[in-house]
């Protein structure tokens, strides 16, 4: 619940403070790189690379998002406060996102890393009931997943890093409301914004 809780305030917060920023935002970042970070979000977590808007606004970066997230808090705080979150609420729902990022353990690395120590001296199968077994304990005291123990030798970890956006990463000024222009020379580069590659509709696997 208290994750649960945690990933709301960050989100809404965050929403309410991008709702008020200047317009060359939504420029800056057009839908289909938003939709493409969300899948690599998906695919790799904390070690995902995302498209985010730098300096005014008017240009992107991209970013991993261990790296993005810590950035954020501040002005997910500012659009909580600003909507009349009490201060002491806000700031300990956030400290447990940032929390979960500074220790890498999401939900994800925690299964992970359980299921793997699990498997040492038990099937597939049964080493999956017993990491849901202790997810489900875990999960009924409340406590944020971040300080969830996991088994010695199996350190929840943030994965390997994506190949995917191993090209070169110059995003072009965007001039007015011209989208901005991708220069990747690798053949990995982002999906152009006319066209999005079917394998981004693909079942999701973990890296």
């Known amino acids: 619940m208290t994750?649960?809780?945690?990933?709301?305030?960050f989100l809404i917060g965050l929403t309410l403070w991008l709702a008020d920023q200047d317009q060359r935002w939504t420029y800056a970042l057009p839908f289909e790189r938003a939709d493409y970070g969300f899948y690599r979000a998906a695919q790799y977590g904390l070690a995902a690379e995302l498209s985010w808007p730098a300096d005014?606004?008017?240009?992107?970066?991209?970013?991993?998002?261990?790296?993005?997230?810590?950035?954020?808090?501040?002005?997910?705080?500012?659009?909580?406060?600003?909507?009349?979150?009490?201060t002491t609420e806000a700031d300990h729902l956030l400290a447990v996102i940032g929390a979960r990022?500074?220790?890498?353990?999401?939900?994800?690395?925690?299964?992970?890393?359980?299921?793997?120590?699990?498997?040492?001296?038990?099937?597939?199968?049964?080493?999956?009931?017993?990491?849901?077994?202790?997810?489900?304990?875990?999960?009924?005291?409340s406590e944020p997943v971040h300080t969830w123990p996991t088994p010695l030798g199996h350190r929840a970890r943030r994965g390997p890093r994506p190949h995917i956006l191993s090209g070169t990463r110059?995003?072009?000024?965007?001039?007015?409301?011209?989208?901005?222009?991708?220069?990747?020379?690798?053949?990995?580069?982002?999906?152009?914004?006319?066209?999005?590659?079917?394998?981004?509709?693909?079942?999701?696997?973990?890296?």
Request: net charge positive; glycine share 6%; aromatic share 4%.
């Open 101 to 141: 990022v500074a220790t890498g353990q999401t939900g994800a690395a925690w299964q992970r890393a359980t299921l793997a120590a699990a498997e040492r001296s038990r099937s597939r199968d049964r080493a999956l009931a017993v990491m849901f077994d202790r997810y489900l304990s875990h999960a009924a005291t």
């Open 170 to 207: 110059h995003i072009s000024r965007v001039p007015g409301r011209d989208a901005p222009a991708w220069t990747g020379s690798s053949r990995t580069s982002p999906p152009s914004f006319s066209a999005r590659p079917a394998r981004l509709r693909s079942p999701l696997r973990l890296p």
């Open 56 to 86: 005014r606004g008017d240009r992107i970066r991209e970013v991993p998002a261990a790296d993005l997230v810590p950035e954020l808090l501040p002005a997910a705080r500012r659009g909580l406060l600003g909507a009349g979150v009490a």
């Open 3 to 9: 994750d649960m809780l945690a990933n709301a305030a």
